[in-house]
């Protein structure tokens, strides 16, 4: 079991890869949330024009039921993509390494854009036979970038998009742009107060 943690940009990429490097030519499935509707996704595409199965669900024990019980059997690999979005990760990934024999492969966010933990993502690093840590390039200066940061105001943890929402940072360009943010709304919050 491979876990890749990457920053929004460049974990498609990574699982794109894994993927091309890992399984062909055996029998491959591609697992993302259905939360992320940015894209109508029934299949992924690699770079290099490879075609994946992708299958859009909400919980990772429904999927099984959803590809049907053969069609599971016959899965070599299993990919699933923004993996922070799935409660039930750990459970799934233990059972199909350990039960079932399948290699999963899994891309998503370790922390949200507060850097704190995101979704379940850390607690299945035990379980992995390896950990890569990916980092994207800073928009701001080109550096590699760690961290990502919110474009918006919104707050709550989980707010899905690309680069419209979110752009990958170093650490001085995510210290410096979440004091902007931080007296941005302590201005707004003052106004609001005030008026
Ligand atoms: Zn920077």
Redesign the pocket.
């Known amino acids: 079991m491979q876990l890749k943690q990457g920053v929004v940009d460049v974990e498609e990429d990574a699982m794109y890869s894994a993927l091309v490097l890992t399984c062909q030519p055996r029998s491959v499935a591609v697992i993302k949330s259905n939360k992320d509707t940015r894209y109508g996704l029934q299949s992924i595409v690699t770079h290099d024009g490879e075609k994946f199965p992708c299958w859009p669900i909400a919980d990772l024990s429904s999927f099984s039921q959803e590809i049907g019980h053969d069609a599971y059997e016959k899965l070599n690999v299993i990919g699933i993509d923004e993996a922070q979005f799935f409660h039930d990760l750990y459970d799934f990934c233990r059972k199909a390494a350990d039960c079932d024999g399948k290699t999963v492969i899994v891309a998503g966010l370790d922390g949200d854009y507060l850097r704190r933990r995101f979704g379940s993502v850390l607690d299945i690093i035990p379980l992995a036979d390896s950990v890569t840590k990916l980092t994207a390039r ?6 590699r ?1 760690f961290f990502t940061l919110r474009r918006t105001e919104e707050r709550q943890t989980e707010l899905i998009g690309g680069a419209d929402l979110y752009m990958p ?6 210290v410096s742009g979440q004091v902007v943010r931080e007296a941005t709304s302590a201005f707004e919050y003052r106004k609001v107060q005030s008026g």
């Open positions: 800073c928009e701001l200066c080109g550096k970038a940072v170093c650490r001085k360009h995510y």
